[in-house]
T-cell receptor, first 114, second 112 residues
Framework: SAVISQKPSRDICQRGTSLTIQCQVDSQVTMMFWYRQQPGQSLTLIAT?????????ESGFVIDKFPISRPNLTFSTLTVSNMSPEDSSIYLC???????????FGPGTRLTVT | GENVEQHPSTLSVQEGDSAVIKCTYS??????FPWYKQELGKRPQLIID?????GEKKDQRIAVTLNKTAKHFSLHITETQPEDSAVYFC???????????FGPGTSLSVIP
């Protein structure tokens, strides 16, 4: 497994502003993903964070709204841009270590937009 | 693309009884099926998984079965305890480089 940390753990933001969430892993990972989980809902994949190249976004998510960086094998950021109350959610970083199939989640960032 | 369905959406059992959660998937190329447990306010945690070359896997009180022909897989929890109360998500993926597709979740309540 891997130890995954996220910052911040929670934040309350004003409409129209942006927030950058950081994900740090204690070991090199092959795959990093960003998910969103709205209250009482399942996990929705936003994008796959690719090291050194543009992220791969899922349908319904765009780079201008959710820019992602992954400068190395242990770190990634997700920015939620021009926020609206509909962006209030928990954002989770997730990783796959090595060539295993097992995928682990960070503790999440609880975002509230007012 | 892959679609994972999960039933029931809510499940309530008496402590000590068994609980079964069932999932179906649409993409026959999927060959890895993990189960996650998410307690309130916490991150999803991987509790058990199964690969397509195995029909059943057991770990203490939990077991998972897979029927590749029917594209069904199930989670079985025996001798349930109050601490088993959580939301359980099934999922499917094709290779270690593919994304995991999650089911909608089952909220399990174990009544003491």
């Amino acid at each position: 497994s891997a130890v995954i940390s996220q910052k911040p753990s929670r934040d309350i933001c004003q409409r129209g502003t942006s927030l950058t969430i950081q994900c740090q892993v204690d070991s090199q990972v092959t795959m990093m993903f960003w998910y969103r989980q709205q209250p009482g809902q399942s996990l929705t994949l936003i994008a796959t964070a690719n090291q050194g190249s543009e992220a791969t976004y899922e349908s319904g998510f765009v780079i201008d709204k959710f820019p992602i960086s992954r400068p190395n094998l242990t770190f990634s950021t997700l920015t939620v841009s021009n926020m609206s109350p509909e962006d209030s959610s928990i954002y989770l970083c997730s990783v796959v270590v090595g060539l295993s199939y097992e995928q682990y989640f960070g503790p999440g960032t609880r975002l509230t937009v007012t | 693309g892959e679609n994972v369905e999960q039933h029931p959406s809510t499940l309530s059992v008496q402590e000590g009884d068994s609980a079964v959660i069932k999932c179906t998937y649409s993409d026959s190329a999927s060959n890895y099926f993990p189960w996650y447990k998410q307690e309130l306010g916490k991150r999803p945690q991987l509790i058990i998984d199964i690969r397509s070359n195995v029909g059943e896997k057991k770990d203490q009180r939990i077991a998972v079965t897979l029927n590749k022909t029917a594209k069904h897989f199930s989670l079985h929890i025996t001798e349930t305890q109050p601490e088993d109360s959580a939301v359980y998500f099934c999922a499917a993926r094709k290779t270690s480089y593919d994304k995991v597709i999650f089911g909608p979740g089952t909220s399990l309540s174990v009544i003491p």
